[in-house]
């Protein structure tokens, strides 16, 4: 187990600063705008946008638990190719690799300070927790997080005729930091931030809905992940979402196999498919 968490998610946008203005006022974040992206902040929860194509990721960022998960993960990845490392303001020392469909991942060692505590305005909190991205080469991209990176596998979804349609990676105890889609091209589908509770849920969903902002998936409970959800779509139509009580795996947690149908992917009725 790699002992990792989400820490960052950048995205390119024909119209980042769009995409700012969106996640700053429905996701309750401050934005700083620098030259080459625009970084939306709050506390356990950021993502960045910089001009270029839309629904593609910039690059990802995890950060280690611990010096001693660092060290392993970096004995672990010594010979894997490095790809470049031009991306803004990384912290030092961070690893960059380049998955099959050329994604960039960054693995940055344990932070020196523990993040700000507190939460600047009235919304509950919320912490970057995980990210999705549809392939069309899912089996590659499968073997490179899990067998390259060390990522675990939570949970598989097949078609009746054995063919994987998704697969559900973590780095942590939580059940997924890493989802993968089949799809017929490569692009992001969507990041979640993790809240309390049921009621943090019915709040978030309040702020979006005062703000006229449909939910357009949800509210649902998934399998894979058993957490509770709601999804938006921001300016760029990549999928937003808010979700909750995620399944913490024990140790030696067997990986699950789920049929490829919509009760899979929300337990109580329809769901988006990917392919
Ligand atoms: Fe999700």
Redesign the pocket.
Known sequence: MIQAALRLVHLSSPQPGALADFYQATYDMRVETHDEYHRCHAPGRELWFSAGPANQLGHALFRLHDSGSWQAFQARTATLARASTDLPALPAETLVFADPDDNRIGFAPPAAAAPQGGNPTEAPPAVLQ?F?LRTPQLEDMLAFYRDALGFVVSDLVQTDAGELTAAFLRTDTLHHSL?LFRAPFSCFD?Q?FETADWHALKVWADRTGRRRTPIVWGIGRHGPGDDV?FMVRDPDDNLA?I?AEIEVCRPGRATGLWPHEEWTLNQWGKAILRS
Request: net charge negative; aromatic share 12%.
């Open positions: 995980h999705a989802a969507h979640s959800f979402e979700s």
